[in-house]
DNA sequence: GATGAAAATGTAATCGATTACATCCGGCGA
DNA sequence: TCGCCGGATGTAATCGATTACATTTTCATC
């Protein structure tokens, strides 16, 4: 007489169907399968065959219930589209699945409602630790996500004044070393491409940037930091802005805040006839594929995007089945300068790095 | 006296202290919560500021063991970290997170008993439903994914001999219509770089250049049909393949199975000196978001990514919600060429389509 | 063979929500 | 006034697994 108001999925084998068919009890059954070496041998091959036989498998909404478990992460992602992120993640949900969790991915690219309906969930205890890439707290209207109560772990980006941990690389050490290798070069004329200013990572690579300059004793010339926000198309615009300038007011070199804004740069500036590297000498940051894959190839940082993330789910394991472990709060991985085709000393520059060409 | 052996979430609010604090029944809570019309007014305001005072969420494994659902879909993804699958599951996520279902991402790249995993966990109920962008239908050693008699929707890539909707594009007739275009431009040597063979698309995708080769008259010649795998890779060997040719033997143009090996091959032969598309046109498929950045643009075929995905998740939610729906087994979606910098007419040719030179 | 500890298994409470069914109550028609 | 109807709410069964505690079995030892 069950009139099926919804679809509803038909006979499950439960456990108890399992108990019925071996003759021993529920509890037993659920022994067998949680922890073989308390059951007598005779009894778990009977068990195991009878779970064999109905292809029972455990209801797994039963067992969160019971045990206030749900074996998800949640992992939120700025932009999914995003290759960079694409990396990272593959590092996490090889890490997280081998584990046995289970991860469900916030794509915070969309509406802003989204965001909030992710707080919701996971304040909900849909799950059990959450990994932030995103480089902000995440908010609903009326929660925040630290009301959950839940281990969090954040990659990537950092997320100042917090004491979870977070596992990033040096941004400022790498892009002054970025910056170091072209006036290694010799260059003394040397433009940033910067990020949204608001962004924690554009913040550090410009201080790295700063920083390079400082040391090799070049005065910073602000009208050589050009706006973007890490978009292909704001490249392409600076290299339209850097075409406009007088040819001998143009710098020789470029550092990009990142590859996708490097590579728009490049097409631009090459395809109005300037030279890479012989004209402008171009270094990015990331290492995203496409980087080896232009013409010319990118010298660029490339970051450990695997390793980010799965070390940031090897944290966040430890968090959430030892509880409170050893908070290593700040993990930093290394970063390299990769050399391709898109660096070569400046073409008026012997080669060697006569650093006080500047002075004129 | 409660000894914490694993990290244990402390107290949540639940329905039974809401109903305490209303003064009313756990039966009214809920009721309040699902169909707010059905509970007097009086009676709701009291419930919901109840509601808002302690926080409360409902607990979803409970839920979920009840009425038996999960509301999360599974997504099967080749590769999480192809820039075309990210942007198919855009419009996946899109569509099922506003329809409040959760998803879990299955990423075949990497070892195969991942797969295994996944089809578990579906067997196991833990998922209401599957989209498939991976081609084939997911196994276990034991089970088959149609095992967990739960609706499936395929996408992207279809799969043969299955009952279930899938929604793709006109892969024939596109690619036709591609190498149509290298056609009505003049050419008559037209090379194909091909995918994996046993891959339908590279199937579906090779069939569509042949037709438009018989329906122009020209002679297939076996000899121009490249070997690939869509990798980058595979585009640069083809490349150095075509270069090895005596250069009266190469054909004037080229279909690339997809955008990748296409860009591959581009900057490959480009950078030997050949002319693109003076010496080579060449046209792609996918379009995906480099095939705008590279050196030169790539025409290509656009293939709606976005809608795939949507289109996909908004039929799984039919299939879900109302049981077996009417099945519209196979939905095309269009997909357009878009005309950029990569093809030309051939340099001997007058620009128009001579179509009879060929029987010179 | 009795004894007790240890090992194996069983019983039943529990997790937190949903919902069929029971109950209560007010109002309306006869 | 009685009885009935229907709307609002309460009671308790239920989903399926885990596990504390109870019970039974095993077996070494004297």
Request: with cysteine.
């Amino acid at each position: 007489m069950a009139k099926r108001t919804r679809a509803t999925r038909p006979k499950a084998v439960k456990i108890s169907d399992v108990a019925r068919l071996a003759g021993v009890s529920v509890a037993t059954v659920s022994r067998t399968l949680a922890r073989p070496d308390v059951v007598i041998e005779e009894t778990r091959t009977r068990v195991l065959a009878a779970v064999r036989d109905t292809g029972y498998t455990p209801n797994i909404s039963a067992r969160n219930l019971r045990v206030r478990k749900t074996m998800v992460v949640l992992v939120a992602v700025p932009d999914i589209a995003n290759p960079f992120f694409a990396e990272v993640l593959q590092g996490i949900d090889d890490t997280l699945s081998a584990a046995g969790y289970g991860l469900i991915i916030a794509n915070l690219a969309g509406p802003p409602e989204k965001e909030a309906r992710y707080v919701d969930l996971v304040c909900a205890g849909q799950a059990d630790g959450v990994l932030l890439l995103c480089g902000h707290m995440m908010r609903s209207p009326n929660r925040d996500l630290r009301d959950a109560r839940v281990p969090l772990v954040a990659a990537c980006e950092y997320i100042p004044h917090e004491t979870f941990p977070q596992v990033t690389i040096d941004n400022v050490g790498t892009a002054r070393e970025a910056v170091g290798h072209l006036i290694q070069l010799g260059h003394t004329s040397i433009a940033y491409l910067s990020g949204p200013k608001s962004n924690i990572l554009e913040q550090q690579r410009l201080e790295g940037y700063r920083q390079a300059l400082r040391e090799a004793g070049i005065a910073a010339d602000t009208g050589l930091i050009l706006p973007g926000d890490f978009t292909f198309r704001t490249g392409v615009e600076a290299g339209r802005a850097l075409l406009a300038l007088e040819p001998a007011a143009r710098p020789t070199a470029l550092f990009a805040a990142n590859d996708e804004m490097a590579i728009g740069l490049i097409k631009t500036v090459h395809t109005a006839g300037l030279q890479i590297p012989d004209d402008l000498s171009v270094v990015g940051f990331d290492g995203i594929a496409y980087a080896d894959y232009c013409e010319p190839t990118l010298t660029t940082i490339v970051q450990p995007r695997r390793s980010l993330g799965a070390t940031a789910a090897a944290e966040l394991i430890a968090l959430m089945t030892t509880g409170t472990a050893e908070l290593r709060k700040d993990i930093k991985l290394p970063a390299k300068l990769m050399l391709r085709d898109s660096t070569r000393p400046p073409r008026k520059s012997a080669g060697h790095s006569f650093r006080d060409l500047r002075s004129g």
